[in-house]
């Protein structure tokens, strides 16, 4: 069965650069979460997306925006990257969202460093 | 406090041991998952549940909703079930997922 697309898997990058994360999510998924990992940390909710509209936003920095495209893909945008943004990003989908018995299921993450 | 709290966080057992892991939380969920992770490795989801017990394999999931807790229970412990087990709840209004830290198993042969 397809699962949770991202890309790239490891991605190096130096302070104050930019990157773009991607996610494809399940076929027929209309709901995607993106999460951050610090090292030795549990996951962070940053921002959702449901039928190409944000639905919900934690704790992501403003120098981060996302969106979701007509075919479901989202991509998370970073810019003047630091340090501390390296981390695991994850993203998971779902079949729906809101309040409810939606399970989630996870991409294999992207390993994001800053030197 | 942590809106999820899981017990212990680390857990050494010998190849065989019946393992539980606890958590609690404080938050109303309309779900709680169970989910696990290999060192640098991705995260896989084990159960999804909103009341009673699940079982899959050796895997044993319960939730008391009224009690606010959850237990992850396995069964004949083996080395490769060695990894990071996450409790996370459905909370906020769009079902973005509520971490607890999670609780390191190494189990030994």
């Known amino acids: 069965a397809a699962g949770v697309i991202q890309s790239p898997r490891h991605l190096i990058k130096e302070k104050r650069e930019t990157a773009t994360l991607k996610c494809y999510p399940i076929p027929r998924h209309d709901t995607v979460y993106w999460y951050q990992q610090g090292p030795g940390q549990d996951p962070q909710f940053l921002i959702s997306?449901?039928?190409?509209?944000?639905?919900d936003k934690g704790s992501i920095p403003d120098r981060f925006s996302a969106q979701q495209f007509s075919d479901y893909h989202s991509e998370l945008n970073m810019s003047s990257l630091e340090l501390g943004d390296s981390a695991l990003y994850f993203c998971?989908?779902?079949?729906?969202?809101?309040?409810?018995?939606?399970?989630?299921?996870f991409g294999p993450g992207t390993r994001l460093t800053v030197t | 406090k942590n809106e999820v709290e899981q017990s212990p966080q680390n857990l050494t057992a010998q190849e065989g041991e019946f393992i539980t892991i606890n958590c609690s939380y404080s938050v109303g969920i309309s779900a709680l998952h169970w989910l696990q992770q290999h060192p640098g490795g991705g995260i896989v989801s084990l159960f999804m549940?909103?009341?009673g017990k699940k079982k899959h394999g050796r895997l044993i999931a319960t939730i008391n909703i009224q009690e606010k807790h959850s237990s992850l229970h396995i069964t004949a412990s083996h080395p490769r079930d060695s990894a990071v087990y996450i409790c996370?709840?459905?909370?906020?209004?769009?079902?973005?997922?509520?971490f607890g830290k999670g609780t390191k198993l190494s189990v030994k042969p």
């Open positions: 996370a709840v459905t909370g906020g209004s769009q079902g973005n997922l509520i």
């Open positions: 998971a989908s779902s079949l729906g969202s809101g309040t409810g018995y939606y399970e989630q299921y």
């Open positions: 997306f449901y039928e190409k509209m944000q639905s």
């Open positions: 549940l909103s009341s």
